[in-house]
């Protein structure tokens, strides 16, 4: 990942802070880093500044006027002759007209030029370039030359948001495609769409006022509900950001959960299906055609939204399945689906798990627990076991204060963020994740 510890930005708000730009930038990336972790995404193989990589951008830039795509001007800038590359405007559509007169307070040839080097200013951090003097790279310039240290002359994939697309990323490609001689540096662009506050046209901006910080929406939403709300847009799409959004992405959730719950209250012979020669045919044969269209999905401009969608479908066929064991008899566990149950259940899981919702991972039983992870389940399942005793001879005497302290204790552990879900003579439970308000 690129790390831009370097620009006109972070110069402008140092010197409103009357801080150093160095520590402003290293702060920001702190900041950068801990709202990953907290989002949990997952950190970047390699990570590159901007200021430690000087002189291979020095060295880009010069290849490119040594090749004649850019020029030097009076006070020792240099830039990017938009002119010498004839498909510039190949990811947005532009037109370049003539320049018709010199530009005001400028030596740039034409309005389309970009800077590779800027020509230092008093007060700006400099860099000696020997061959024209002191100054600092452009933004552009900086994003290609770390990306093609470790990449070279080809990118399969380069994401970024649409607002990136011109003139940032227009100019990436153009510059890497002259310095690489080669008809296309980036196979795939990734463009994303904005995030906009929910019934607000504009997206969140700070000058506008109307962002929302990580620590904010954290504080109100998991990190998977906001990860569902990304999911369920396409990624080129505008995602508004909002209570009723946040509550759809909150329910597919809960959605997921349940059915894991069913699932493994199901495996442990609490809640067996009732016996149906055709059901296990059935089952693996939707789980075959979900996979199909998942992957369809995903190859077709990789629609998330779809795709969660069809495994929403293939976890409410199943626990339609399991759920009518609870309407009357049921037969041995070893004489039901549960091979069929289990194989849904688990290509389930390995999708949302691939797009990254770490809560529903947290349901594996084979997820290792630490010592007093292990003691407070063990307490939870003998408060869970008395009330089980307690409901069954409630419901041998059909005495109605047993039920209500049935009711009581469920209630009470829900707030410890414990869910405990009745099957007939049975119970199981779940933990919830805890949210803070």
């Known amino acids: 990942m690129n790390i831009t510890d370097l620009d006109d930005k972070i110069i402008m708000r140092a010197r409103e802070q009357n801080t150093d730009w160095l520590q402003l930038a290293r702060r920001y990336e702190d900041e950068f880093w801990s709202d990953l972790k907290h989002l949990n995404v997952c950190a970047p193989d390699v990570k590159l500044r901007v200021t430690e990589h000087i002189p291979a951008i020095l060295r880009f830039v010069q290849t490119l006027v040594d090749k004649g795509f850019a020029y030097v001007t009076a006070d020792g800038s240099i830039y990017f002759q938009t002119s010498k590359y004839k498909r510039y405007g190949k990811l947005q559509k532009v037109v370049i007209e003539p320049a018709t007169e010199p530009l005001a307070k400028s030596d740039k040839r034409h309005p389309a030029d970009f800077a590779l080097w800027k020509a230092s200013k008093a007060g700006e951090p400099y860099w000696t370039c020997p061959e024209v003097g002191n ?60 995030l906009h506050l929910e019934g607000q046209t504009h997206k969140m901006s700070k000058s506008l006022k109307n962002t929302i910080t990580i ?34 992405a909150r329910n597919v959730l809960r959605k997921f959960s349940s059915f894991f719950n069913d699932v493994k209250a199901h495996v442990d012979g609490l809640k067996p299906a009732t016996y149906d020669s055709t059901s296990t045919e059935n089952l693996l044969m939707n789980l075959a055609k979900t996979r199909t269209s998942v992957q369809q999905c995903l190859n077709n401009d990789f629609n998330t939204a779809t795709s969660v969608l069809a495994l929403g479908e293939l976890a409410s066929s199943v626990q339609r399945l399991i759920n009518s064991g609870d309407q009357g008899g049921s037969t041995p566990i070893g004489s039901s689906n549960v091979g069929a149950v289990l194989a849904v259940s688990e290509y389930i899981r390995g999708e949302l798990s691939a797009f990254g919702l770490e809560s529903l991972n947290k349901h594996s039983s084979n997820a290792s627990t630490s010592g007093a992870a292990q003691s407070f389940e063990q307490l939870v399942e003998a408060i869970v076991s008395s009330r089980t005793e307690v409901r069954s001879r409630a419901m041998a005497s059909k005495n109605a204060e047993l039920f209500q302290v049935c009711d009581l204790l469920r ?17 199981s439970w779940s933990l919830q994740e805890r949210r803070s308000k």
Request: hydrophobic fraction near 30%; glycine fraction near 8%.
């Open 135 to 194: 100054g600092r790279p452009g933004w552009h310039i900086e994003c290609s030359t770390l990306a093609s240290h470790l990449f070279g002359s080809g990118l399969d994939f380069h994401a970024g948001g649409l607002d990136l697309r011109f003139p940032h990323h227009e100019n990436e490609e153009t510059q890497s495609c002259c310095y690489h001689d080669v008809d296309d540096w980036v196979t795939h662009w990734l463009h994303t769409g904005q």
């Open 411 to 427: 209630d009470c552990l829900k707030l410890s963020c414990v869910e405990i879900k009745d099957h007939g003579k049975t119970s």
């Open 215 to 248: 620590t904010e929406l954290l504080q109100e939403y998991s990190a998977d509900e906001f990860r569902m709300l990304c999911l369920l847009t396409h990624y080129r799409s505008v995602i508004e950001y909002g209570p009723e959004a946040m509550a759809t």
